[in-house]
């Protein structure tokens, strides 16, 4: 059945630092690509999406890149921020809004 | 607009007693899903609601588990007969879906019922 597969974290990094999540995914077909946030306390934003291949899906200095051939849709941004220390999920969908999310990678942002 | 409520906001109980949780979606939203989140995993799907109608249901959810939305507004989501293995967070989101189209523009999450089973 359709998957997704995310790195561990926590990631760890510093302020202005460069952020890389990745996170793979096996399904057929071309399912729709999304990363939610969970900042603490709070419920599972929708930081950005993808509905096909080779779309960038972007929001907040955040990006990804739906890539068919790597069966991938990593997040990156170019400079974080203590801000952005959260909880990111990868999630993928078949024309519906029923969600199969990845286990997701807690990020820590220090000064 | 208050976004998707969810209450209680946390819930402890002891083995074998039963809970409900309720979720007050966006005003005109007639869809409503209640995903499951263990601690380290992703939310995972239970069920979903098109207005009223109850239109899928995971195999997660047994039959210690019921949802309902009466009204095609608000729903509840009880477990009976609770096990330890039930400790989680409750996830509840809305979207306003169309009839021809499968997926919806905007899908809104609550901020969670977290159970703790004792």
């Known amino acids: 059945g359709d998957s997704v597969t995310q790195m561990e974290g926590p990631v760890t990094l510093s302020e202005e630092a460069f952020l890389t999540i990745n996170c793979t995914y096996t399904a057929t077909g071309y399912p729709s690509l999304f990363w939610y946030v969970q900042y603490p306390g709070e419920g599972l934003q929708l930081l950005l999406k993808a509905t096909k291949a080779d779309d960038k899906g972007s929001n907040k200095g955040f990006e990804a890149t739906y890539r068919k051939e790597t069966t991938s849709f990593h997040l990156e941004k170019g400079s974080v921020q203590v801000s952005d220390s959260a909880v990111y999920f990868c999630?993928?969908?078949?024309?519906?809004?029923?969600?199969?999310f990845g286990t997701g990678t807690r990020l820590q942002v220090f000064p | 607009d208050t976004g998707v409520s969810q209450n209680p906001r946390h819930k402890i109980t002891k083995r074998g007693q039963n809970v409900t949780f309720r979720c007050d979606p966006i005003s005109e939203h007639n869809r409503l899903y209640w995903y499951r989140q263990t601690l380290g995993q992703g939310p995972e799907f239970l069920t979903y609601?098109?207005?009223?109608?109850?239109?899928?249901k995971s195999r997660l959810l047994s039959d210690r588990f019921s949802a309902e939305r009466p009204k095609g507004s608000f729903s509840t989501l009880e477990i009976q007969r609770t096990e330890q293995g039930d400790s989680a967070m409750y996830l509840c989101a809305s979207s306003l879906g169309f009839r021809d189209r499968g997926r919806s523009e905007k899908l809104l999450f609550g901020s969670g019922t977290q159970l703790s089973v004792l």
């Open positions: 999630a993928l969908s078949r024309n519906t809004d029923k969600l199969i």
């Open positions: 609601f098109q207005n009223e109608a109850q239109l899928e």
